[in-house]
């Protein structure tokens, strides 16, 4: 009988061992007992129907309709069923809501987070205009005039599909990204105290949305970043043609394929200022905030979804005589992976987590401080160890994981976004350099992992932890001795300071999970992770354990 692969099946997230400790330790019992049923159900859903509706239509890109059929300009954007499903999945299941309804308080957003984290990888990158209403809304929230707020921030939170808005963000122009100093769209008066505004946008993702928030500069406004504004516009008029805006094309990109993103016309769209009309880039402060932090937690979820895939292929897969799950290289590489993971999910949610408590006025100063800090570092770090470890899960299907209707190589293609959107790995590092002398975040960084000195009992963990406070002590004084000696080596060495850095506050967190967890669950999952990813990946193995290699590399717990 002729031979075919037994392919590889999901299971829910919510069953994931490093979400469901993590849970259990951060969450107080009320909190977890109320939030679970609704991540259960999201997980089995983004596991089962949602994953295969999206496989179902990973050839039905969207399209963009220039003219209707007499010849007027429309410019429709059709997006396939997946996609209209999928919105409407994210409402009413509040994947924005939830943070804003602040149920359980600064547990809110770790709710959020959560939900996000297992909805992602079945979304078709649904979750990036999800990602920038949320944005929206936390800059309405803060900034806005009370119209502009009460008028539009009920409809970005909206838990009924017929209601919910989305919004676009539309920063990049011509000039580039990331010095949007240099943003050539101006903004002149119209009535009633609106603005009408011209210039290109050259990359606006989440075209379909309803409203966007954008950067123009005032006519006569000054130049540089400080001359800037930030307007919100709705997409269409009442009538239902576009809002003076013309879409040039849509862009053929590597990955997010089924993500509609354009380059845009603005050619009198009417706006009105978010807050004055200077101090544009400070304002959207708040806004890059939440959406730094949606990419660092979809990152780690397509982590998650792509270790999940090669975990469940390790069983069914027999190469040389016995499964893959057998062969202990392949567990190693799969461990590898499971412990990258480990940490990057205790960095995203520990900083989900002081954004939650930031939000709800829970944080003390010292955790503002570290916050301000974390959200370029945990961004820069999750995106670089999501394009690496999907290449790896890629590897670990042989040839199946580079033929497209396996649906693999989208989870490379998709992370790749992840290092460059919202800044790339090189600009958040001067950035959080920035931050740290900008908020006097030294000593607090340093406390956060001197806590994991202070509770570490077993010793393995209390030298990892000593490593890591180590590093990020020297670090620390590296970068405040050189800020005022020799800024060209600062900004020289702001890369492998921010991963390094980055790094060593991941391992400080794994120290505390693993040694609540030995306590606690009698579990040693988390002091292995915490082992394997404190150990230089270059250096040949001591020794071997079989059956703790392979519980914890194929995700089973390590009692």
């Given amino acids: 009988m002729a031979f075919f692969q037994d392919p590889p099946r999901l299971t829910s997230g919510f069953d994931d061992l490093t979400l469901r400790s993590f849970l259990r330790r951060m969450v107080p019992r009320d909190v977890e007992q109320s939030i679970a049923p609704s991540l259960a159900s999201m997980g089995d859903r983004a596991a089962g129907p949602l994953a295969d509706l999206a496989h179902q239509h990973r050839l039905d890109e969207p399209r963009h309709v220039p ?26 299941d509040g994947l924005v809501g939830v943070a804003y309804e602040r149920r359980h308080g600064a547990f809110s957003r770790l709710h959020q987070f959560l939900l996000v984290h297992l909805f992602a990888p079945s979304s078709q990158t649904y979750s990036c205009p999800l990602a920038m209403t949320d944005g929206c809304a936390r800059t309405l929230e ?43 769209t101006i903004a002149r008066p119209g009535e009633g105290g609106s603005f009408r505004l011209h210039g290109t946008k050259w990359f606006t993702s989440a075209v379909t949305s309803e409203v966007a928030l954008t950067l123009a500069r005032p006519e006569g406004g000054a130049p540089g970043g400080k001359g800037l504004a930030l307007f919100f516009l ?9 809002n003076g805006l013309t879409v040039h094309r849509l862009k053929e990109k590597l990955g997010t394929r089924h993500l509609p ?20 880039i400070r304002n959207m402060s708040s806004m890059l905030n939440i959406t730094r932090t949606w990419n660092a937690v ?18 069914r ?15 190693e590489t799969l461990a590898d992976l499971s412990s990258d993971y480990d940490a990057a ?55 199946a994981g580079y033929v497209e209707d396996t649906g693999l190589p989208a989870l490379l293609r998709d992370s790749q976004v992840l290092s460059i959107w919202e800044g790339t790995t090189n600009v958040l590092s001067l950035e959080a350099l920035r931050a740290l002398a900008r908020e006097d975040a030294w000593e607090p960084l340093i406390e956060l992992v001197r806590r994991a000195r202070s509770v570490a009992q077993e010793p393995s963990l209390a030298a990892l932890a000593h490593s890591a406070e180590t590093h990020v002590v020297r670090a620390i004084a590296w970068a405040r001795e050189a800020a005022g000696t020799n ?53 040949l193995p001591l020794s071997y354990q079989p059956q703790s290699t392979r519980a914890y590399a194929l995700g089973e717990p390590l009692v």
């Avoid at 209707?68 to 209209?84: L, M, P, S």
């Avoid at 999940?308 to 390790?314: E, T």
């Avoid at 916050?371 to 820069?380: G, R």
């Avoid at 120290?511 to 082992?531: G, K, N």
């Fill in 298 to 315: 979809c990152a780690v979820a397509g982590m998650q979804r792509g270790l999940s895939l090669a975990r469940d292929y390790a069983r």
């Fill in 67 to 92: 003219f209707d059929a007499w010849g007027n300009r429309v410019d429709h954007i059709e997006v396939n069923a997946a996609w209209k499903q999928l919105a409407r999945v994210a409402a009413e």
């Fill in 234 to 242: 709705e997409v269409r008029r009442h009538d239902g043609r576009l």
């Fill in 317 to 331: 897969r027999i190469a040389f005589g016995a499964p893959l799950a057998e062969k202990p290289l392949h567990l």
């Fill in 345 to 399: 999910f205790a960095l995203a949610f520990y900083q989900a987590l002081l954004l939650g408590k930031s939000e709800t006025r829970e944080a003390s100063a010292s955790e503002e401080a570290v916050l301000q800090v974390l959200t370029p570092l945990t961004k820069l770090f999750t995106g670089k160890l999501s394009v690496a470890s999907a290449s790896e899960v890629l590897e670990c299907f042989g040839g």
């Fill in 142 to 184: 803060l900034i806005a005039t009370a119209s502009l707020r009460e008028r539009v921030l009920p409809r970005l939170v909206s838990r009924d599909p017929s209601r919910a808005w989305t919004s676009g963000q539309w920063m990049t122009e011509r000039t580039g990204g990331s010095d949007v100093g240099l943003s050539e």
């Fill in 261 to 280: 993103t354009a380059e845009l016309l603005l050619d009198g769209a009417v706006a009105e200022p978010v807050l004055g009309l200077t101090d544009g």
């Fill in 487 to 539: 800024r060209p080596l600062v900004e020289a060495g702001a890369r492998r300071f921010a991963l390094g850095l980055a790094r060593s506050i991941a391992q400080a967190l794994l120290v505390e999970q693993a040694e609540w967890s030995l306590h606690h669950e009698h579990d040693r999952r988390a002091l292995y992770a915490a082992r394997r990813f404190g150990t230089a990946r270059d250096e």
